[in-house]
């Protein structure tokens, strides 16, 4: 059976709707072509682990009839890994101590942040750099696997190179910004504000009803991109 996999954070996950994980507009299409549907998104993620995401689950699982549909999320978050848990951790700048005390201790979790707030956290150059490479880096695994993949981004800071790019920057942005696409020219949570669609407030996640006409709009994408 074709299938759908999902990747990114949690505007594709489809946090605070009713039936997160599931109702996101790529599982929604999924729904309503017959196909199968899997999401590979952790909400409040990096573009670090939406990279790692795509890798993982096209080692273990089937290339065949499957198309990805990827969110880049902001290049403002970052991925760390946790030596001695093993693990990664996403930062950003609303991070606070307590989210991380599960996987380190107090005085660990400040050390972070504050390497944060000072060095990587500010620098747009460095955010730059490393969300574009991992976005290079994964459009050319899929293309190694053939995996048609359609991707989307909701921060404009990874395409645009009117201030901050230097040129080793714009030569990656030449071949990764055609890939990517948009919601009638805005990422999906401007795409949302445009239409007067519910979204959420601290949280910014559209609802239920910009994903169902998120749907609407990308179903014959999908469904050609599969089944031609």
Known sequence: M?????????????????????????GLIAKQLGYEYETCAIPG???D???RQVLEYFQTNSHKDTLAVINWTWALRWDFYIVGREEWTTIGPTC??????????????????????????????????????????????????????VETYIDSEI????????????ALQQYTTPRLKTFEGVSFLDWSYKNGFEVTQPGLHPLEQAHE????????????????
């Not at 074709?2 to 790529?26: A, H, M, R």
């Not at 395409?159 to 714009?170: A, E, G, M, R, S």
């Open 96 to 149: 606070v101590p307590r989210k991380l005390e599960e996987k380190v201790k107090h005085s660990e979790a400040e050390r972070i942040i504050s390497f944060y707030n000072d060095y990587t956290g500010y620098s747009s150059v460095w955010e730059k750099w490393r969300s574009v490479n991992n976005i290079y880096s994964t459009q050319q695994y899929l293309d190694s696997i053939g995996v048609p993949s």
């Open 213 to 228: 006409a998120a749907a609407n709009l990308w179903r014959e994408t999908y469904r050609s991109m599969l089944e031609n």
């Open 45 to 47: 993620c990096g573009n």
């Open 2 to 26: 074709k299938k759908i996999v999902s990747f990114g954070d949690s505007f594709i996950y489809g946090s605070e709707l009713q039936n997160e994980g599931t109702d996101g507009w790529p």
């Open 49 to 51: 682990s939406i990279a």
């Open 159 to 170: 395409v645009i190179d009117k201030c901050h790019c230097p040129d080793y920057i714009k």
